[in-house]
Structures are given as structure tokens and as C-alpha cells.
């Protein structure tokens, strides 16, 4: 399917009736529903569909940085980009595609960007959805240029949840963290679990594989597994932060939540020839599962 501005979608289906869609604009996931069809992922009322701009929702991808710095973007240049389909992606492991309906996206460099970022990549994204609904992305980012480049990275994953006063994290307790509040400051994490009661805006730093967001409400955890991203960015923009941006409502905050499985604070370096993989899986289990094991 195409969306309004003609830029075409990929719709992934589960027999039993979730789905996911991604764009090629920017190759973001934009929604991924259960088997209820329930959205899991949140899109803002005001998000603008329209280049140059990537969408407030879903799943942008950060590349090759994260934040600002130098002449590049905010976030960087790929979520602005329009992504091909890769109709002959190299392998990738067996588990990465038994029982899944999947699409390879790819992103290659362009001229246009060697002023900010001289570097010849090559970046591919499989979008998969699990039997059991649960996604997966699997970014695959490979220097083809004669010499070594760096770059951070992040799945910006906007989650839905139900009152953002409902939520913890597990998982980050005791981590440091820069705090983007803060001129990126480093502080060490005190409590429990991490809840919200205004803006936050924080790189976690060496954090453990799998993370869990609960949402008390729904009575539903998103369990998030990642591997190669040792970063977490937690980010909830609140009330005035909200209120300044002008693709988000008021009181939108309330039900977002971005949680980034992300490599920042070591950016990667790759030599002539070398390939990296970030991934990320995100489930949903019922609360009390998370509570008992
Ligand atoms: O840490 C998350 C963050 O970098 C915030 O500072 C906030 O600006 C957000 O990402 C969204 O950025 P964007 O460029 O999409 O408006």
C-alpha cells in the first residue's frame, strides 16, 4: 500500500491476526497491533506524514547519531531517507526468519550527505513479526567505504501505554545514566524501578539485555530483548516540553513513552569491510508473568 504523500508501506501479518507496517520513509515501524488489534506502538493526533520530517510514532530509526552534533540532523539522516525493499538480503541466521513474515529494507549512502557524513554504508532493516506477534528489528549496517567511520544509533521506540503515572521500567535500577536534562551529565540511578512524575530525558548507560515496561493498568508488560545496543534511552517529553512541539498534543505525553534499545555513549566503529547488527525484540506478556518468574 502507499500512504498519502505516495510512499509505499509494508503490512507484515501473524496467522493468528497481529500485524506491523513499516514505511519506507525513513524504513520506521508505524504501528504494530496485537492479535486484538489492539496498537501497541503510539502515534501522536498531530504526527505530520510528510517528508522531510519523520513521523512522531512508531519506530525511527537514529543513524548515524544520536541527539545533535556537527552539520548533521537532529538524529541523523535515515529516518529521513526513503528505504528500497531488499528483494536479495545476505542470509541472516535460521531463527531470524522460521515461522516469520518478514521484508528487508535497505538504505544505502548518497552523495548528498558526504558534507555532514563522508561515509559509504550500506544499511539493511528486517522487520519481522513472530507467529505470537512479537517484533523484531534487525539492523544490519556495513562500511563499504576504504576507511574505518563511526556513528550511534538507536531504535526511538515510542510505546503506548495507558497513563504514563502507571508505568515502571525494570531493569535500569543502579545503572548510570547522562542525563540530557542536564548538559548530559552523569549521575547513578538510587531507586527501584524507574517511574515518571515529570520530564525525563536520560541515556542509561551498559544496561542489561532485557528491559521490561510495565504498565499497571493494562496489566501488560512490554518486554524488550536487544543485543548489540548496550544503551537505553528513556525519554517522556511531559506537559511544557509537550506543549512546545508542534507535532504532539497537550496532554499526548500521558499515553507515550519512548524506551530506545541504543549504542551512544561508545559510538561503533567499523573498518573497511566490517558489519555491525543491533537488535530488537519486543513482547507482550501479561503483568503477573513478569511478577512470578
Ligand atoms: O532523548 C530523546 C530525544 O533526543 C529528546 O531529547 C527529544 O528531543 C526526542 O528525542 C525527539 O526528538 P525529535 O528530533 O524526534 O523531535
Excluded at 71 to 80: I, M, S, T, V
Amino acid at each position: 500500500t502507499k500512504d498519502w504523500n505516495g510512499i509505499d508501506q509494508v503490512t507484515l501479518r501473524s496467522p493468528r491476526g497481529a500485524s506491523t507496517r513499516v514505511s519506507l520513509y525513513g524504513g520506521q515501524v508505524i504501528s504494530w497491533r496485537n492479535d486484538r488489534g489492539e496498537e501497541l506502538l503510539f502515534t501522536s493526533n498531530k504526527a505530520i506524514f510528510k517528508p522531510p520530517k519523520a513521523m512522531r510514532g512508531g519506530i525511527p530509526l537514529c543513524f548515524p547519531q544520536f541527539g545533535n552534533g556537527g552539520c548533521l540532523e537532529q538524529h541523523g539522516f535515515a529516518r529521513n531517507k526513503i528505504w528500497t525493499i531488499d528483494d536479495n538480503p545476505p542470509p541472516l541466521h535460521q531463527s531470524d526468519s522460521n515461522g516469520k513474515a518478514f521484508v528487508d529494507l535497505l538504505l544505502k549512502s548518497s552523495e548528498e550527505d558526504f558534507k555532514c557524513w563522508p561515509h559509504s554504508f550500506e544499511f539493511r532493516l528486517r522487520v519481522s513479526l513472530a507467529a505470537n506477534g512479537d517484533l523484531n528489528l534487525i539492523s544490519r549496517i556495513r562500511n563499504i567505504n576504504g576507511k574505518p567511520f563511526s556513528f550511534s544509533f538507536a531504535y526511538h521506540t515510542y510505546l503506548c501505554v495507558s497513563d504514563i503515572s502507571e508505568v515502571r521500567i525494570e531493569g535500569l535500577e543502579t545503572l548510570d545514566y547522562l542525563d540530557n536534562l542536564c548538559q548530559r551529565e552523569r549521575f547513578t540511578e538510587q531507586g527501584d524501578a524507574i517511574t515518571f512524575e515529570t520530564e525525563v530525558d536520560r541515556v542509561y548507560l551498559t544496561s542489561p539485555n532485557v528491559i521490561a515496561v510495565l504498565d499497571h493498568e493494562k496489566k501488560q508488560t512490554v518486554v524488550i530483548r536487544k543485543d548489540g545496543l548496550p544503551d537505553v534511552v528513556v525519554w517522556n517529553p511531559w506537559e511544557k516540553k509537550s506543549k512546545a512541539m508542534i507535532d504532539i498534543g497537550d496532554d499526548e505525553y500521558k499515553q507515550m513513552l519512548c524506551v530506545d534499545g541504543a549504542a551512544i555513549e561508545r559510538p561503533i566503529t567499523l573498518k573497511p569491510g566490517e558489519e555491525w547488527t543491533g537488535r530488537l525484540e519486543l513482547s507482550i506478556v501479561p503483568s503477573s508473568y513478569c511478577s512470578e518468574h
